[in-house]
């Protein structure tokens, strides 16, 4: 966003640059556009963005995740932490395969499963061949996914 950036040359940060930065959310008190802005990062904690006054102003509205019900993202990038995402309780989006981390995450339950290995006696995990899960050496739960892209 070349308002922001200080210069007077329009100049688009490599997305390296842009990725490493905080997300940031502007909101407004009580939808007034006149009002003074609450700015929150992804770094921030959501107890410090909430006083008595204003809690009922910044509750969360549920969100709506059946329309990602069917997708699933495999990346290869150490950056996307299944981990992370599952344990944010303001995440939504596709399930996540992390090759990296080893581990799948189910968004629709926010669980963490570890990546099958291959074992033939293997139980507890995610195996990302199949797309399903592992609970036993007898069953094994399939997960429907129509939308899998696979990132590098």
């Known amino acids: 966003m070349p308002s922001f950036s200080g210069t007077s040359e329009y100049q688009l940060p490599s997305s390296a640059a842009l990725c490493r930065k905080p997300a940031t959310l502007t909101r407004y008190s009580k939808g007034k556009p006149k009002s003074t802005p609450r700015i929150w990062t992804s770094q921030t904690k959501r107890d410090d963005l909430i006083d008595e006054e204003a809690e009922e102003d910044a509750m969360v509205s549920p969100v709506d995740t059946s329309q990602f019900s069917d ?34 995450c189910d968004m629709e339950t926010k669980t963490t499963w570890p990546l099958c290995t291959g074992s033939k006696n293997e139980a507890g995990c995610y195996d990302w061949k199949t797309h399903a899960l592992v609970e036993s050496k007898e069953r094994k739960r399939d997960m429907r996914y129509s939308n899998i892209m696979e990132w590098s």
């Open 71 to 104: 997708m699933l993202v495999m990346s290869h990038n150490p950056l996307h932490t299944a981990t992370e995402l599952c344990r944010d309780p303001l995440s939504h989006g596709p399930s996540l395969v992390s090759f990296e981390e080893g581990v799948y």
